[in-house]
């Protein structure tokens, strides 16, 4: 299929086709008709999966060929909400690219910045608004937006929103929406307390599940180090140290861990920089832009932090931590590997952290091929479960991963080589 077969006015296609885009994605063939006929759409997907434009297509068509040129006056006819300031950023360079053949203007608008600039681009006039929860409030509650003009509603990353406590927020905004509007939920997972919020957003509405899980285990070659949590450090150089690596993000589960790698880095002359919460907005953007540019080549980011980073050319992905939650994994591993492109994941694993390891070999089902020959193996043994309910399980299934911790000289050989042809 192609774009012009979903009917996408001439401007869009012209700038879709510079992008380098030959053909729809399966959410962007699924959802775009679904938004061109006015309906509402529940989408579970992440991103990775185009699903940006999935969205920004229709409604920058919409608004397009309602635009009234001869009016100067320009109000929010389309909200975009959406959990992090990274996230909210990309979005609004999607749309500005997208559209850039037609007549309509997008601003972004976050927090952890001071908000002049911002409002002066509101008060110039846009027609869609893409922002994070708190930093639309702040504006809607001064004066600066108002949402009475809304036509088309996204609510982005709705699992993300939730998990970063915007609930509330994300009710108040929603409050405030016209009744008659179309409106577009997005997330990747959909636990009981997604699907309760997506029904006081949507109408009746089209779903479209696109599996990114099991596409993105599948597209990316996935490697594990056993090594102690004391040896992770040198195990990280140690790797870095090969020019195998080009760019890199390596996940830290805390931000305080994710500065002491950094540090660690670059007292090897290593070119890092941290990417998480505690960092001003400026900071963040610049670590970003470095990162892309190649000025930086590893940079390491907590999950909130990374969430949606849309960088081509991640060569490696590291968790350097294991994430507890196994769809984290996944997430993860998909900022390598983007747009059809695959990568290379390495985790790194120490014995506290086997139960996570289970639980994403579970979630993938598959098992991580093994690399056990590396400087710094860990043969640590999982101390004993004391017997309590469902502890057989557990115990069975630890010993198949120990089991699985073969020998691989080869396989790392392998992976080596396909590593270089890949650079
Ligand atoms: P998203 O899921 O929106 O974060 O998009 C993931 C990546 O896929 C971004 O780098 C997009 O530029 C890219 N992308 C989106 N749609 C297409 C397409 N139809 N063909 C190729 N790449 C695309």
């Known amino acids: ?45 992440q991103t990775g999966t ?49 559209g850039q053949y037609t007549d309509i203007k997008n601003t972004v608008i976050y927090g952890g910045v001071k908000q002049q600039k911002q409002v002066k681009r509101l008060k110039a006039g846009v027609d869609i608004l893409v922002a994070t929860p708190g930093r639309l409030l702040d504006l809607m509650n001064q004066g600066f937006v108002s949402l009475k003009d809304v036509e088309y509603f996204v609510l982005d990353e709705a699992d993300q929103m939730l998990d970063m406590g915007f609930i509330h927020d994300i009710k108040k905004v929603i409050a405030r929406l016209p009744k008659k509007r179309q409106s577009l939920f997005f997330s990747a997972t959909m636990p009981a307390a997604i699907v309760n919020l997506s029904k006081s957003i949507l109408g009746n509405p089209e779903r479209v599940t696109i599996t990114p899980e099991k596409a993105t285990a599948e597209k990316v070659e996935q490697h594990l180090f056993y090594v102690s949590n004391g040896n ?36 090897a002359e290593i070119s890092a920089e941290a990417i ?36 081509d050319d991640v060569s490696h992905v590291i968790n350097y ?22 990568g290379i994941a390495l985790s790194f694993c120490a014995v506290d952290e086997r139960p996570f390891l289970r639980d994403i070999e579970k979630l993938i089902n598959q098992k991580i091929e ?33 089991n699985s911790r073969r020998k691989n000289t080869s396989s790392r050989n392998n992976r080596n080589s396909r590593s270089r042809n890949r650079n």
Not at 253 to 266: M, P, S
Not at 379 to 394: T, Y
């Open 1 to 45: 299929m192609k774009f012009r077969d979903l009917q996408i006015i001439e401007p869009i296609q012209k700038a879709l086709k510079e992008q380098g885009y030959d053909k729809p994605t399966p959410i962007q063939e699924q959802s775009i008709p679904i938004l061109l006929a006015g309906k509402d759409l529940l989408g579970c997907a």
């Open 50 to 98: 185009g699903k940006t434009a999935a969205f920004a297509i229709p409604i920058l068509q919409h608004l397009s060929d309602s635009h009234e040129p001869d009016n100067p006056r320009r109000s929010i006819r389309s909200l975009v909400i959406t959990p992090t300031r990274e996230l909210a950023i990309q979005i609004a360079d999607s749309f500005t690219t997208y």
């Open 232 to 267: 992770k450090i040198k195990l990280l150089i140690n790797l870095l140290q090969t020019d195998l690596i080009t760019s890199s993000i390596v996940f830290s589960r805390t931000k305080h861990g994710a500065n002491k790698i950094v540090k660690q880095l670059l007292n």
């Open 276 to 311: 998480h919460g505690n960092k001003s907005q400026p900071a963040r953007q610049r670590a970003l832009e470095n990162f892309k540019d190649g000025t930086t080549r590893i940079l390491v980011a907590t999950d909130i932090a990374a969430r949606g980073i849309d960088v």
């Open 321 to 342: 931590h294991l994430p507890n939650i196994p769809e984290t994994y996944v997430h993860r591993i998909g900022r390598t590997g983007r747009a059809n492109a695959s």
């Open 370 to 402: 093994v690399i056990s020959e590396h400087p710094y193996p860990d043969d640590s043994e999982e101390p004993a479960k004391p017997a309590s309910k469902g502890s057989n399980r557990s115990r069975s299934k630890s010993n198949g991963s120990r």
